[in-house]
């Protein structure tokens, strides 16, 4: 199927984007109502990840391969408006309330998932946690 090594790495480097962005979305418009259980489920798909995530940093910082997977990586960047517009729907808030909290969201989730360390995914979690608390009382 594939004719070079460098067709198979970078297939699987945008396998790896595509798993990650489906299981992480998934759980995020599956537990949006129970924001708390949304953050514990973040949590456990890091664990579940960090494998998968670290090889995507190894792919992304190589010489060999860091600029060939850019775009598949700026096309994932390019979908965060739609995720955000559709997470802010269910809130029933702007974009523009319920982005820094997505963001926030997608850096805990990336550097627990690199880092596999808990200390540097409570904080942001749980701000973001907060922040979206707040914005889904607001609908109430």
């Known amino acids: 199927y ?11 480097a945008e396998e790896a984007i ?17 924001i708390k ?3 514990d489920h973040l949590g456990e798909l890091a664990d579940k990840m960090s494998p998968t995530m670290r090889f995507l940093v190894s792919v992304c910082v ?5 600029n060939k997977v850019k775009p598949y990586l700026v096309q994932l960047a390019g979908r965060y408006p739609y995720y955000t517009k559709k997470i802010a729907e269910i809130l029933g808030c702007t974009a523009a309330e319920v982005e820094p909290y997505v963001h926030l969201s997608i850096l805990a989730l990336n550097n627990y998932m690199i880092f596999n360390e808990r200390a540097l995914f409570l904080p942001q979690i749980e701000a973001a946690k907060k922040g979206l608390m707040q914005l889904a009382k607001r609908k109430r």
């Not at 190589?62 to 860091?66: A, K």
């Open 2 to 12: 594939f004719s070079t090594k460098e067709e198979i790495v970078l297939a699987c």
């Open 18 to 34: 595509s798993r990650i962005e489906k299981a992480a979305f998934a759980i995020v418009f599956e537990d949006i109502s129970d």
């Open 37 to 39: 259980s949304m953050a």
């Open 62 to 66: 190589s010489q060999e391969y860091g």
